[in-house]
């Protein structure tokens, strides 16, 4: 029987590139390059927001020889310069999703930033002051936008693999570790919802970073925060977390 072939997926989360990093990524992405086929980011890969980061990152990524799958984070966002990020690297190949749906290698891969809001029974709810209604609306905007995108990778080929890529976290097990108190802001569980109903291989994210490497859904989906303090906490010299799709 013919043994089917894996694709290997490197993954990682909020790299936070600074301007002065010029030369500081070569190796890691190098590093990379040689260990997998697909290199996903998810988010916060610039420090401040500003497209002189995001140009760093760019020139650091020609020594990325694999296609680049990534999602923008809450520190790309920072100076509201989002737009002009993705525009400097999407001029580099990079595939930054945003609600959008893209096949590699066979795996189909769907990403939004996501947002806040809370977990489970603690989720916060439409209710009281229309900055809060607002808030929640953000999280739910999200979560639809994952879902459609999900749907379309349904849609173009039945039984695909599937690979959610976000920033927040969709579940609170990958956030245990950082302080209670914060958790309505480090992800919210509607973004989980999509994640059960389309049935996907796994999904990766960053955002809490001391927080837990894994978790699961409700039903069972793999999770990883995928920062790379946690990486590095995990004892991963070069931190990346390679997944076989």
């Not at 595939?95 to 603690?122: N, P, Q, Y």
């Not at 927040?168 to 109903?197: H, M, Q, W």
Request: a negative charge; one cysteine or more.
């Amino acid at each position: 029987m013919e043994e089917i072939k894996k694709t290997k997926i490197a993954a990682v989360a909020d790299i936070h590139v600074k301007e002065g990093d010029k030369g500081k990524w070569l190796e890691y992405f190098k590093e990379i390059s040689s260990q997998a086929s697909i290199l996903v980011i998810a988010g916060d890969l610039t420090d401040t927001g500003d497209e002189m980061e995001a140009q760093v990152l760019a020139d650091e990524l020609k020594a990325c020889t694999i296609p680049v799958v990534a999602v923008l984070g809450n520190h790309d966002f920072e100076k509201g310069r989002h737009k002009l990020i993705r525009q400097i690297l999407s001029k580099t190949g990079v595939h930054i999703l945003d609600g959008e749906a893209i096949i590699i290698d066979d795996v189909g891969f769907a990403g939004v930033k996501g947002f806040g809001g809370g977990f489970d029974k603690h989720m916060l709810s439409f209710f009281g002051e229309g900055a809060m209604k607002a808030f929640v609306q953000e999280a739910v905007d999200e979560a639809l936008h994952l879902d459609r995108a999900l749907s379309r990778l349904d849609a173009e080929k039945r039984d695909i693999k599937k690979i959610a890529v976000l920033h927040y976290s969709p579940i609170k097990d990958t956030v245990i570790g950082e302080p209670e108190p914060i958790y309505p802001f480090l992800g919210c569980s509607r973004l989980a919802e999509p994640l059960n109903r389309h049935k996907v291989l796994a999904a990766f994210h960053g955002h809490a970073h001391i927080g837990s490497l894994e978790g699961k859904t409700s039903d069972g989906i793999a999770v990883y925060n995928v920062a790379i303090p946690i990486l590095q906490k995990a004892g991963l010299t070069v931190p990346f977390y390679i997944f076989e799709a």
